[in-house]
T-cell receptor, first 114, second 111 residues
Framework: NAGVTQTPKFQVLKTGQSMTLQCAQDMNHEYMSWYRQDPGMGLRLIHYSVGAGITDQGEVPNGYNVSRSTTEDFPLRLLSAAPSQTSVYFC?????????????FGPGTRLTVT | DAKTTQPNSMESNEEEPVHLPCNHSTISGTDYIHWYRQLPSQGPEYVIHGLTSNVNNRMASLAIAEDRKSSTLILHRATLRDAAVYYCILRAHGAGNKLTFGGGTRVLVKP
């Protein structure tokens, strides 16, 4: 298993540009989520999905869109990048139900918005 | 989610045990205690979780106080690879899979 994969590893955007961060998992997990981590801070939840076709907002959803058309993929779209979105983005996945399954995190995408 | 309090940082010598405390005085009866760690430039990884009884796995042990208001993650023999930020997280049973990360404890392992 490749686990959770994220692309790209690094990205630099100009203010106002849009882009999509890719996340894929091959463990047949129903639950997937996106977090952002600012320097020296813990992770904060952006959006999550409990299965294909179902998404919901986390703690900091503004400026981001998600969709879940397949179990494997959960892309995160930045509609109009702002410097405040400079951060490291992590995708995670796990089995749904109960909340006490191990969550698997991807290696992260480091995004800089100038 | 109920709040947890952890020291900002701890130091340990290689091959010695490390005891990482976590206070969670407002924990409710259905909250599970989870630990994740984040190595430098990597995503978090699961370490261990428990409810009331002490738990052991290949990575660590989790000691839970009888009143559940605190817990301790124990790394039995620290290696340089254990240098990371360790997060103590409370998860309400049935509350889904959302994780609320605090600041964590940064562990430095000295050779």
């Amino acid at each position: 298993n490749a686990g959770v994969t994220q692309t790209p590893k690094f990205q630099v955007l100009k203010t106002g540009q849009s882009m999509t961060l890719q996340c894929a998992q091959d463990m047949n997990h129903e639950y997937m989520s996106w977090y952002r981590q600012d320097p020296g801070m813990g992770l904060r939840l952006i959006h999550y999905s409990v299965g294909a076709g179902i998404t919901d907002q986390g703690e900091v959803p503004n400026g981001y869109n998600v969709s879940r058309s397949t179990t494997e993929d959960f892309p995160l779209r930045l509609l109009s990048a702002a410097p405040s979105q400079t951060s490291v983005y992590f995708c995670a996945s796990t089995f749904s139900g109960g909340g006490n399954y191990e969550q698997y995190f991807g290696p992260g995408t480091r995004l800089t918005v100038t | 989610d109920a709040k947890t309090t952890q020291p900002n940082s701890m130091e340990s010598n290689e091959e010695e045990p490390v005891h990482l405390p976590c206070n969670h005085s407002t924990i409710s009866g259905t909250d599970y205690i989870h630990w994740y760690r984040q190595l430098p430039s990597q995503g978090p990884e699961y370490v261990i979780h428990g409810l009331t009884s002490n738990v052991n796995n290949r990575m660590a042990s989790l000691a839970i106080a009888e009143d559940r208001k605190s817990s301790t993650l124990i790394l039995h023999r620290a290696t340089l690879r254990d240098a990371a930020v360790y997060y103590c997280i409370l998860r309400a049973h049935g509350a889904g899979n959302k994780l609320t990360f605090g600041g964590g404890t940064r562990v430095l392992v000295k050779p």
